[in-house]
């Protein structure tokens, strides 16, 4: 899978995602771009957008997008906050629906 990592997510979580194509919003570019652009770009080149923003899913119309959703539910978004997070993680990216948000926390 191609997954895309959001700009607030530590890029050392891409060394735990063993298995799959990592890129950063920073690496892909993308630094800085509003959601809904930053959506339309990673649809046409990635499978999955991993990300810690829980307001995405209300604030962009998910739906229109081809492109499965997995926001981060931990304390912080710090690395020891969301390595626990690796095992369910890994098992969502391959079952993520495109067009929708998934939730992933303990």
């Known amino acids: ?30 630094a800085g771009i509003k959601n809904g652009e930053l959506l339309t770009r990673a649809q046409a080149q990635f499978d999955v957008f991993v990300t810690v ?9 998910i739906p229109q997008f081809t492109i499965a959703v997995i926001v981060l539910q931990a304390p912080t978004n710090r690395l020891q906050d969301l390595r626990p997070l690796i095992p369910k993680l890994l098992q969502t990216i391959r079952t993520a629906p495109k067009s929708a948000v998934s939730p992933v926390s303990l």
């Open 1 to 30: 899978m191609r997954i895309l990592l959001d700009e607030c997510i530590d890029r050392r979580i891409a060394r735990d995602l063993e298995g799959h194509e990592i890129i950063t919003v920073p690496q892909a570019g993308w």
């Open 53 to 61: 923003d829980r307001n995405l899913a209300f604030q962009q119309n």
